[in-house]
């Protein structure tokens, strides 16, 4: 029974040590999407609110892009490492709107990334092009670091 003691031991860190590996994902940072948009999210607040910048790398608009401000809210987590988000952009070069939800994700190799399903609004003069007016779309971002000078 003795000999058993350390075997157990060691078993029983193996099983239990990979929960307490496990990152949070942090929302805050830099992030880049799968078609080069990049946005940066500043510290959330004791409500889990947050504000930050978006800079698109895509437009239907001929206006000039133009970094915008995005607003959003993170939900409670309750300490679970995997964070449901949501937060809106008020771009500040057309006169639409588009709001995101997502879940913060670390996957196996350590890596967080951003799941998002998106809404665009984009204006129309009359109700009968309202039909028109929003588009659905998904991105994933992926955490920027910092370069090495």
């Known amino acids: 029974m003795v000999q058993a003691t350390p075997f ?3 078993l029983s860190l193996a099983l239990v040590a990979p ?7 942090v929302l805050t940072g830099h992030w880049t999407n799968d078609l ?7 510290a959330l607040n004791a409500k889990g609110e947050f504000a930050g910048s978006y800079h698109t790398a895509v437009t239907v608009t001929t206006n000039e ?3 915008s401000p995005l607003q959003g809210s993170q939900h409670h987590t309750n ?3 995997q964070s449901t988000f949501g937060f809106t952009v008020n771009w500040s070069f057309s006169d639409a709107i588009t709001v995101f939800t997502g ?3 670390v996957d196996k190799e350590g890596k967080e990334v951003l799941k998002t399903m998106w809404l665009l609004r984009s204006h129309v ?7 028109k007016a929003t ?8 955490r920027l670091r910092p370069q090495k000078e």
């Open 8 to 10: 157990l031991l060691v």
């Open 65 to 67: 892009i133009q970094v």
């Open 36 to 42: 080069g948009s990049n946005m940066t999210i500043k």
């Open 135 to 142: 588009r659905v779309g998904i991105n994933i971002f992926t």
């Open 19 to 25: 929960s307490f590996s496990s990152r949070k994902c």
């Open 125 to 131: 003069d009359t109700i009968k092009d309202d039909w």
């Open 79 to 81: 300490e679970k490492s």
């Open 103 to 105: 879940q913060c994700f």
